[in-house]
């Protein structure tokens, strides 16, 4: 209860005031914050004068050294219970050059290849931004050490590919979270409340969601979610990912019955996807429909329409400042007099976090970790539960893309 | 051209300070909205002392006193182009109410039957608020007995039967306009300009509307929007107009080539939909989808995302306010260093109008026909063409729900 406690503190501040060991957090991931950009070992002398009841932090090993593990391994840096222990990349040179240009400790151990990172016994866990083609084996291979797993999305090719990974970590006894971090935003909780809450927005009956981002000529050359061999799943598994994700968050994880792709995909010449859409069936009758594009302006939308309300953010997946997020609510809208206006009109709501988002997501892996490791808790189900769903309708979309736009049904 | 100043002064007031004759015009549209509070006859005198150089107003009779007429009604007393000549319903009883209760002036003709009105010589144009399945009929007769047509939406049936309506327009010389209101109000002009800058949005790829308001159980019984024998299409007529017309709206109304409604529309129980949706694509590659229902919280989203820039609006058919409606711009986003935000942020922008959109399309309605009437200008056939289109777009969605979702083309 306290860890709990102390989460929402570090999200929101809100309880700092009342809780002298959660202000002790709190001060500690800002003195750590302030230590990266003086030097980097400054977070090991912080991390000894830690309270002696703090359980240890999570020895976290960084496998592969991709964009997207700059922005995951600064806000491991940020989080008390995470010690960024190793990384590994295929070349001892690079994974040093990563540490480096991250601000890791000195203390970091360097590994020049992933079965090196895998056989470290001093890393407790794995957060894992490889392309997608390469989860099967890894991941499987690290749940097999007893390495809980932190998976980058795509978690795999297909949901078949996925279910050996998820399989392993079951076996092996150890956490599995992919890393959508948009999940562990503040904001996320504070919309789940009102998308739960019948009397704000009811039942819910039609989502959309758009997500895209402009991709210059180099990513469409070159990143790996452009090549059928790296990230076969292109735009739908990268950012499709999310609109899938954001949709089955709004009906509480429950499957669609079925999917039909929008028509017009855009593909590349080696046929990987570059803008999809689809629209998703309930068979209470709930539509969803979104689409995805590495081809049009940065846009993050999620729309959640209930028979009382409606929900609307505009920077879903990534807000458009750290630390604080918007959000609008209309409720029970009716119209003005003579259908002149809105009344009431939609309350605008702002979420605020001291940690980014990935911070709060590395801070609930290491949190479950922790229990795991100290105090023989179990896993915590529910992550790969709703990885495994998504990945489902990511199949589902494929299916629907590749049969010509016919109806897919979703095996549940 | 002096008109045209005139409209954008009354829509902005950005104008009025340099230009005494534009004033004037609004001085009088104020007097005027403070007599209908005090007299229904003042109106007349104030336009006794009206500038010579002002054209006639146009006579205008309203053909049916539905709810929707009340609003046309009192946003015509604000135009000075405007005068209501006369009204008439089925029962002179209900005409006299409507005249009475919504502030004509006393000189107002009072019909008890469509045809007086259409055979009032000192009418110069007809609004029609009826029932669509009566339109063919009374539209066509309007034009025919030479009344300019501002008809309600749908328009018709069916496109089919839009033509005969088109045809009589035509060989009369009456203007057509249809009453779909918000593309008369200035923010629609200034999102066009945006939509049309390459710079701004560049090539618009997806568009996304979704519009519904919760009918309560009177309008789900008693509406003549779910009488098969009235309005018979439902939602789709009704407010699944103003997703399509919003839709080509985006594209400068070229036609889409396919159409595939989704699945799960709802239908009552007599067949008539209310709430459905649907997919339209371009020769191009360009994507729509919209989503309209009676079911859900009030909700009139435009989403136009194009390579450059992404365009919202969150209350297209009927801004929150009347006098003052938003919207906001992502042009050119960038993510900020680490992709830890938006780079630049959304712009947000608010459009302000003294006359509510009703009144500047009765102003641009009545300006075309005192161009017909008094200067032998010849009708403007951007409007039947921009109802024409919307009514076939209509036509195959219905026709994709009729068939099961199948893709259907649309005729051009």
Known sequence: MEMVLAAAANCTGALSSNHPKTFLKSRRSSLQMRACRSGPDAPLAVSSAAAPEEPRPVRLGIMGCGSIARKVARSMLLVPAADVAAVASR??????LFAADNGLRSGTRIHGSYEALLDDPDVDAVYMPLPTSLHVKWATAAAERGKHLLLEKPTAPCAADLEPILAACEANGVQFMDSTMWMHHPRTAKMRQLVADQDTIGDVRFI???????ANEDFLQNDIRVKPDLDGLGVLGDIGWYCIRGILWAVDYELPK????LHHPVKNQAGVLLACGASLYWADGKVATFHCS??????MDLTVVGTNGTI?????????EE??????VASKTNFAE???GWDPHPSKHVVTTDLPQEGLMVQEFCRLVQGIRDAGV????????????????VDAVKASIDNGFESVDVAS
Do not use: C
Not at 258 to 261: G, I, Y
Not at 323 to 328: E, I, V, Y
């Open 338 to 340: 003579l259908s002149t």
């Open 323 to 328: 630390k604080s997020a918007p959000f609008s």
């Open 312 to 320: 609307h953010v505009t920077d879903l997946v990534i807000p458009y």
């Open 294 to 299: 590495f081809l049009t302006n940065l846009t």
């Open 91 to 96: 070349s001892e040179g690079k994974a040093r």
């Open 378 to 393: 179990k896993p915590e189900g529910k992550w790969p539960g709703i990885t495994r769903k998504t990945q489902i309708v």
């Open 208 to 214: 959309n969601t758009m997500v895209s981002f402009l």
């Open 258 to 261: 079925n999917v039909v792709a």
